[in-house]
């Protein structure tokens, strides 16, 4: 159960909605939920760890995790099922995360983490298993080997897209490309199946090529019509994957340049150089028909963007650089410091890590100016070099990784913390800033109710649920706050929700639509009955959920 959360202030009690817990919590926090001194894998045996040790296969302190992103195991796309019979078990979370093989010594790329009961350094399962991480000594099968890989990217589909640079020991003297790139899909929903796999033609690999991050473009419900955009951070250019048509083709614009006066970095007292190209990718809103992509130079402190339909015109892109001008922008405005990665919001607030340690953000439908930047979260100890980014449902999943200390030959200190996978909401993050348009609507310094989801024990009210024995799952579309004049100067606030419930029967599949609306009175919770406002559908609108 997700707890709804809330804002309290002056004299009154705030009553509990529908059995759901309210819980207070501060705003602009992201908690620590994984963390690991060293990287540890699920070996067969402790003879096989220590075999695996010996031989320098495995060197704990030169695995380093870099990025994450989490699935729920859902069609839908939502964490709350019922699957008939009495079950009100949530629908099992899954947590990925990359490990470069940057260094010698990794013996998987890919991996999920694995359950349990330790808090702190959990172990990682590789993905989707052993064998497709295992680096043979001889002939390496490039069809069925994952090499190394920086980001991935799950799609609403269910769908993990992975990207393999096919380079080990990135940052030795030693690298080597053992393997073309590609791209690795994978059916999450159904047994983790391989439904593709695309090698990169060499025409599009420069000797200097690193693909670093991923964002996926989907167009249509089945997902047919998608697109992925993958950074080549050193070779600064752009490549875009059409699925459809099994296409590939090379965008190298200046814009994905780095700047040369921004190539110098300083972490927690680590100096180091790195003139790293296009890194930051971020997907904004589908606004007739069209969407941004956001995007940014690791050695940079501006923010560029250009339209997707753009990067679909394969022509444009044949005869290799083109003029941008009115086609490509860049802010005129700069951030304080360089960013690594990036996402964006469904309602277009761009949130991005700095090397700072620091996250920030900015609303899109301002201009890219400082006055609307603002930082939301910073913290020295747990977010040295931010990596890797996501966001799931309402949330921001980032790893720190301290990688600056890779650059170097320094010595860290064995028994601290290095790697973090951190989780904030976004609404607390951006809450009382710029971002936040809500903000000019909601007095958060009086009772306020931000609804994250329902409690999956609010259906059970409902009469229109047929016993409990069909498959049902919920979602909530949107949440509104009204301000209402109460009589007599009592001041009354009215929450509004919306959403559908889907009764998954295979004779007859109903919708039933929610429109609850609730008021708060001094900060009483008055008129929560919402079942007087449903209402039903015959047949069920199968869609794979909201785009991301």
């Not at 004779?507 to 008129?527: A, E």
Request: charged share 20%; proline share 4%; glycine share 6%.
């Amino acid at each position: 159960m997700v707890p709804y959360r809330c804002c309290c202030g002056g004299s009154g009690l705030i009553s509990t909605l529908m059995a759901a817990v309210l819980v207070c919590t501060v705003a602009g926090t992201m908690n620590v939920e994984y963390s690991w001194v060293y990287v540890d894998y699920t070996f067969a045996s402790p003879n096989h760890r220590e075999s695996a040790i010996n031989s320098g296969k495995f060197i704990p302190e030169n695995c380093v995790i870099l990025d994450v992103d989490k699935y729920h195991g859902t069609s839908e796309g939502k964490l709350y099922f019922n699957m008939g019979s009495n079950s009100n078990s949530a629908s099992k979370q899954r947590v990925f995360v990359t490990i470069p093989r940057i260094k010698p010594g990794n013996p998987a790329s890919l991996a999920e983490i694995v359950p349990g009961d330790r808090a702190n350094s959990v172990l990682l399962a590789p993905y989707p298993n052993w064998k497709a991480n295992t680096i043979s000594e001889d002939t390496v099968n490039c069809d069925d080997t994952i090499v190394s890989v920086f980001r991935t990217k799950i799609d609403h589909l269910g769908r993990f897209w992975v990207v393999d640079v096919g380079t080990l020991d990135q940052f030795e003297m030693t690298a080597r490309s053992i393997c073309p790139p590609k791209i690795l899909i994978f059916d999450l929903k159904n047994g983790d199946r391989v439904l593709k796999i695309y090698k990169f033609p060499s025409s599009q690999v420069k000797d200097v090529s690193l693909f670093t991050n991923i964002e996926i473009d989907i167009r249509d419900s089945k997902g047919r019509n998608t697109y992925a955009y993958i950074a080549d951070t050193t070779a600064y250019k752009l490549i875009v994957y059409d699925l459809k048509n099994d296409e590939s083709w090379a965008v190298d614009q200046a814009y994905f340049y780095p700047y040369p006066n921004k190539a110098h970095f300083k972490i927690k007292g680590v100096n180091f150089d790195l003139m790293d190209g296009v890194l930051g990718l971020a997907l904004g809103p589908i606004t007739k028909n069209d969407r941004k992509l956001y995007f940014h130079a690791f050695a940079s402190t501006r923010e560029s963007w250009v339209y997707t339909n753009t990067l679909q015109n394969k022509s444009l892109f044949q005869n290799g650089l083109i003029d941008g001008s009115g086609t490509f922008f860049v802010s005129s405005e700069v951030r304080e410091t360089q960013s690594s990665v990036e996402v964006m919001t469904d309602n277009g607030v761009l949130i991005y890590a700095s090397m700072d340690n620091s996250l920030g953000c900015w609303n899109s439908q301002d201009p890219f100016t400082t006055k609307h930047i603002h930082t939301i979260y910073k913290s020295d100890e747990d977010f040295q070099f931010p990596s890797g980014m996501k966001i799931v449902d309402d949330k921001v999943w980032a790893v720190s990784c301290q990688l600056q200390n890779h650059f170097t030959t320094m010595v860290t200190n064995r028994k601290s913390v290095k790697y973090r996978v951190l989780v904030g909401r976004v609404d607390d993050l951006i809450k009382r800033t710029g971002c936040d348009k809500r903000s000019a609507n909601v007095d958060y310094d009086t009772d306020e109710f931000l609804v994250e989801s329902f409690d999956d024990n609010i259906l059970h009210e409902w009469r229109a649920v047929p016993a409990y024995t069909q498959p049902w799952s919920y979602s909530r579309i949107s949440r509104v706050f009204e301000d209402k004049n109460g009589v007599k100067q009592t001041p009354v606030k009215s929450l509004v929700l919306t959403g559908n419930v889907n009764v998954h029967s295979h004779s007859k599949p109903t919708s039933l639509s929610y429109d609850c609306r609730m008021s708060m009175v001094n900060g009483q919770l008055k008129n929560n009955n919402c079942l007087g406002k449903s209402r039903r559908r015959n047949r069920v609108k199968r869609v794979p959920g909201p785009l991301r």
